[in-house]
Structures are given as C-alpha cells and as structure tokens.
C-alpha cells in the first residue's frame, strides 16, 4: 500500500482555508489530494498526473469524499496553460510530491525497480515513445557517461556505459542490473545496492524531470496567491538543489540593494521561506522510502 510522505507536515504547511484553490501537482494514489479534499469544502482541488492507471484509482478515492476536485490527466509541466484552460488565475497552495509512487515501484511490468525482472520502460506517462530501453541500447557512450554522472553521480559511470555497449541489446531490468554490478568494485557493491544511482539516472532521463520540474515551480511561483504557499517534497539531490536555488532566488534580494537604508517597497521579494522539514524517525521506521524524502515551504507574502 502506497503512504504518502511527510502527509501531516504538508497538510499543516498549505494553511487550508474551507474555500482555498489548491493544485497538487502529482497525485499520484491520492494520499496528499485526500486529505486535502477533506479540507476544503467550498475550495477546489486541482490535481495532476499522466498515469491513466494512477488516475483511475485515485478518482474512485476522491468520489468518496467530495465532489470539488478535477483530475487533469497530464505532466505537471503543462500546469500553467491546463489552469488557464480553467480561467484560474491564482492557487491558494501547490503541493509537489516528487517520488515515484510505491505501486510505479512494486507493479513488475513498469520496469522501474532493479530488484524485479521486467521490460526496460522506467515511463511515467506510458504513451510517450522514449522508454529505458531507447536509453539502454541506443544512446552513445558520450550520453550514457553525461545521463550516469549528472543525474545519478554515479562515479563508476563510465565503466558501467562501457559494458552496456558491449553487452547490446539488454532487455530487462535484471540484465542490465547484473552488468552494472560486475562493472563496479565489490567494495561498492557491498555499500549499497549498485544499480540504485543508474536506475535513477535513466528514470530521470527517460521523464524529463529536472527540467519538467524547474519550469513548473516557476510557473508555480507565478500563479500563487498572496498569502498562498508551495510544499515541494524531493528524494534526491538533483531536484533538491534546483527547488533550493529556485527558492532562494525569489524570496532574496539583491546584494547591491541590501547596503541601502530603505528598500523601495517594489524591490522587495515578494516571497518569503517558511522552512525545510524532514520525516520524523517514527515515520521513516514504518515507511522507509521517507528517509531520504525532504519538504520545502515558500509563501508568497506580496504580489
């Protein structure tokens, strides 16, 4: 069963108003949306996600609680013009839960898990034509290296692209996780489990998802209300970094501005952090995919 991470500090964060206009950005099987939904009475939930299965499930969920909810069967990217679709033109709170899904996880024929044998796909949306496979077996040792290093900082990168090519065509999951453990030292591959960082590179490369997530949280940022805020929950580094920096760069001024005595109004941010939080260790004892999960808040305090 699917537990959604971090769900109390989340719900606390977006300061629900009965009336309030919130998006949850990846529904995913519905944990954050419901309990959001119970909240808002006279608001609306907005929630996105591409996978039709995902969708399914999670309306069959949501009927039991409420009517006032859409689901906007598509990638979180396209938020800003699916909104405008709608004629809304402010959110009260954005929520953006960026871990794939346990049942994306545990369903055998996603491919997105090296501890089950299944087709190389690792796609979150299972229309799009670009799958793990495409990655695996056609992309060049250049790319394979960039994709290994930049989105999994996998060290060992390179020698693990090297006998990809050489071991074409690979087509499951267990394949290509038995390459990449003889690839590397068994050192390593005593430490932790050595396809976790290349399965997560090829996942990211496959979705898009450092670049789908940085043009949402700015279209995010764009359409937040005053007073509204954005709960960001990332699992790794990559997206941890972009969603800090992003943060940090609304909500600061600039540094030739700070030696003045008086800040005109107007070149104040218009954004302030409320703060970073992480799993308690109670939760990350009863879920362990929270330990590496962390929350990040802004509030929109000016327009």
Do not use: W
């Amino acid at each position: 069963m699917h537990k959604s991470v971090l769900l109390e500090e989340c719900i606390k964060n977006l300061t629900l108003q009965d009336n309030s206009v919130i998006v949850d950005c990846t529904l995913g099987f519905a944990g954050h949306s419901s309990e959001i939904l119970k909240q808002i009475p006279n608001g609306k939930l907005y929630a996105f996600d591409q996978d039709s299965y995902a969708v399914a499930t999670s309306k069959k969920r949501l009927e039991e609680i409420a009517s006032n909810y859409e689901i906007i069967e598509t990638n979180f990217v396209h938020l800003k013009e699916e909104l405008q679709k709608r004629n809304v033109e402010s959110v009260d709170g954005f929520l953006f839960d960026l871990g794939v899904s346990s049942p994306q996880l545990d369903e055998d024929m996603r491919g997105f898990s090296f501890h089950k044998d299944a087709k190389l796909d690792m796609r979150m949306n299972p229309n799009q034509a670009l799958s793990a496979y495409e990655v695996v077996n056609q992309y060049s040792y250049e790319d394979l290296t960039r994709i290994f290093y930049t989105y999994g900082e996998e060290k060992y990168g390179s020698s693990i692209a090297k006998a990809i090519i050489k071991k074409r065509p690979i087509k499951t999951t267990l394949e290509l996780t038995e390459i990449i453990k003889l690839n590397v030292p068994e050192k390593y591959r005593r430490e932790k489990h050595p396809a976790r960082k290349v399965f997560q590179a090829i996942r990211i490369e496959v979705n898009d998802e450092l670049n789908v997530f940085e043009k949402a949280l700015k279209d995010a940022l764009e359409l937040l209300s005053v007073n509204g805020r954005i709960c960001v929950i990332t699992f790794h580094s990559l997206e941890d970094r972009i969603c800090k920096k992003i943060m940090k760069e609304v909500s600061s001024i600039p540094d030739t501005l700070k030696k003045l005595p008086v800040i005109p109004e107007e070149l104040q941010s218009k954004y302030k952090i409320i703060g970073t939080f992480h799993p308690t260790i109670k939760e990350v004892e009863e879920n362990n995919r929270a330990r590496s999960a962390k929350l990040r808040v802004i509030e929109r305090i000016k327009r």
